[in-house]
């Protein structure tokens, strides 16, 4: 079964983070993300852009509307995305526990429906 492990953080204690600790981090990442490759659970990932960035796309009574930004004003914002092949949810938690993100932010783990042939 295919879980989206949605990574959430705050923006603001990235920044406050020394380049050493920032550096840690995602050498944390290097080494899960090569663990899963080896495992074959590695499906895919990728960090997204500040949320400053985006667009919301809304159509309400068949007329378009597009903001800048993020829907939500929240302090935690979605940082980037995973999707892992395992046989348990009980294993995509686990793989959500130990990404860094889940020690300052959240990780979201959703069990991936329909079809799926690229990420």
């Known amino acids: ?6 990574i ?12 050493a600790e920032r550096d840690g981090v995602m050498g944390e990442v290097d ?9 074959g659970e590695w499906v895919g990932g990728a960090a997204l852009a500040a949320a400053g960035e985006a667009r919301t796309v809304r159509v ?10 993020p829907y ?16 348990t949810p009980e294993r995509a938690t686990e793989i959500a526990l130990r990404w860094p993100d889940a020690e300052f932010g959240a ?13």
């Open 72 to 87: 939500a004003e929240a302090k935690e914002q979605l940082a980037g995305y995973m999707v892992v092949d395992c046989a």
């Open 8 to 19: 959430y953080n705050n923006p603001a204690t990235l920044a406050a983070m020394s380049d």
């Open 107 to 119: 990780m979201e783990v959703r069990p991936v429906v329909g079809v799926v042939d690229a990420v």
């Open 31 to 39: 080494a899960i993300i090569q663990e899963l490759r080896g495992t």
């Open 60 to 69: 309400r009574g068949g007329v378009p509307a597009t903001t800048d930004g």
């Open 1 to 6: 079964m295919k879980y989206m492990l949605m």
